[in-house]
């Protein structure tokens, strides 16, 4: 059987502190054992990133969100949703919940891809996000096509490496992390099935005990490609994942760049159990329509996570809409939809969380954020 923690209550009954049913240990004692462009139906491709960056220690940080005090030493604030607590996911309906049935909502952020800016992969930086930011997931984007994609001539190993060491410093930094198979360019994941059900072969082996870990099987199908190529995908990588991890949450992408989730809610996918369909928008792009279409697969009974968002247009160099962006947050919440921001980066578009000429991978202050990365920072804070 796959995998199940114990919440340890030791410290707890010890100092005398209860255990919130949400609330998150420190980081030392956790470890569970683009441009991206989408407007409508058309897309602009991913421009190659620059050269990694480079580390800076700097000291000044962004001021820690004021908690209430806790004598089990928690670091996490008491409503985050975290491993070390809420164990391994699952899927119930429409909800997310935890190993005990409740509801449990995800938010974090994205890396960019990570052949382009492999730096931010480091523990520091995943501390800061947790801690400071209170995100609870990190996704590891991880291009199957584009420069140094994975299936076109990128190196295998070291971007494996860097999911290794994602997946490794969230969990210690008690985290959810998500495997993303980031189609994009490719638009079809069936260009690549057979290097995806061997990728997640390996992935799922490797990952199989571990309460933290999510698979993200098709970023985003797109172009000419239909729900039901995707579902036939699916199917094929499904039961590969399956027969090394048999309930971990698979998160299926929909036609065009993760919009059409009505066409998975009308034909979904009936053979498995803990699965979720993707949407994703941007904005300043995305609005009314949207989000009605979201709504209407919901109270049809689709479970949907929203694996990429942005506050900007879909071109992901564009205007930012922060009232747009509000509305869509107030929607998430109200289906208690899961939700992870698009970059983290300093690449020099707005959907990047860190202004260009941020040299850190870790430690940012509040000047290093963009107008995206001051938004996004903000609205985690406040959702504790």
């Keep these: 059987m796959r995998k199940s923690i114990q919440i340890v209550l030791c410290a707890a009954l010890l100092s005398g502190a209860l255990l919130l049913p949400q609330g998150c240990g420190s980081s030392e004692q956790k470890e569970p054992a683009r441009q991206d462009t989408k407007a409508g139906a058309s897309s602009e491709s991913e421009s190659d990133a620059g050269d990694s960056l480079s580390s800076d220690n700097a000291a000044d940080t962004l001021d820690r969100p004021v908690q209430d005090s806790a004598s089990d030493g928690s670091s996490g604030a008491p409503g985050l949703a975290c491993p070390s607590v809420n164990g391994a996911l699952r899927v119930e309906g429409t909800q997310l919940v935890d190993q005990n049935g409740s509801p449990v909502q995800l938010r974090g952020v994205s890396t960019h891809g990570l052949a382009w800016f492999p730096d931010y992969v480091n523990e520091a930086c995943f501390q800061q996000l947790h801690e400071d930011w209170q995100a609870n997931v990190i996704r590891l984007a991880m291009y199957t096509a584009e420069y140094g994609g994975y299936c076109t001539g990128g190196d295998r190993e070291a971007l494996k490496k860097?999911?290794?060491?994602?997946?490794?410093?969230?969990?210690?930094?008690?985290?959810?992390?998500?495997?993303d198979w980031h189609v994009l360019s490719d638009a079809n994941p069936n260009l690549y099935l057979e290097d995806a059900k061997a990728f997640f072969d390996e992935m799922?082996?490797?990952?199989?005990?571990?309460?933290?870990?999510?698979?993200?099987?098709?970023?985003?199908?797109?172009?000419?490609?239909?729900?039901?190529?995707?579902?036939?995908?699916?199917?094929?990588?499904?039961?590969?994942?399956?027969?090394?991890?048999?309930?971990?949450?698979?998160?299926?992408?929909?036609?065009?760049?993760?919009?059409?989730?009505?066409?998975?809610?009308?034909?979904?996918?009936?053979?498995?159990?803990?699965?979720?369909?993707?949407?994703?928008?941007?904005?300043?792009?995305?609005?009314?329509?949207?989000?009605?279409?979201?709504?209407?697969?919901?109270?049809?009974?689709?479970?949907?996570?929203?694996?990429?968002?942005?506050?900007?247009?879909?071109?992901?160099?564009?205007?930012?809409?922060?009232?747009?962006?509000?509305?869509?947050?107030?929607?998430?919440?109200?289906?208690?939809?899961?939700?992870?921001?698009?970059?983290?980066?300093?690449?020099?578009?707005?959907?990047?969380?860190?202004?260009?000429?941020?040299?850190?991978?870790?430690?940012?202050?509040?000047?290093?954020?963009?107008?995206?990365?001051?938004?996004?920072?903000?609205?985690?804070?406040?959702?504790?």
């Design 204 to 384: 799922a082996g490797k990952y199989a005990n571990s309460v933290h870990v999510l698979y993200e099987i098709c970023n985003e199908p797109n172009g000419t490609t239909t729900w039901s190529e995707v579902k036939s995908y699916a199917e094929q990588v499904i039961p590969v994942i399956r027969a090394r991890d048999e309930d971990a949450v698979i998160l299926v992408g929909t036609p065009n760049w993760s919009q059409y989730v009505d066409q998975a809610a009308a034909d979904p996918i009936a053979s498995y159990e803990n699965i979720m369909y993707t949407l994703h928008f941007y904005a300043a792009t995305h609005t009314d329509d949207l989000r009605a279409r979201l709504a209407g697969a919901v109270e049809s009974g689709l479970p949907v996570f929203v694996s990429e968002y942005g506050i900007c247009d879909a071109g992901g160099s564009g205007p930012i809409d922060q009232y747009q962006a509000d509305l869509w947050i107030e929607t998430l919440d109200k289906y208690g939809i899961s939700y992870i921001a698009w970059n983290l980066s300093n690449k020099e578009e707005t959907s990047a969380m860190l202004q260009s000429s941020c040299g850190k991978t870790s430690g940012f202050a509040q000047e290093n954020l963009s107008e995206s990365g001051s938004w996004v920072y903000q609205m985690l804070k406040d959702h504790i």
């Design 162 to 179: 860097l999911i290794d060491d994602g997946v490794t410093f969230a969990g210690k930094q008690d985290m959810y992390a998500v495997i």
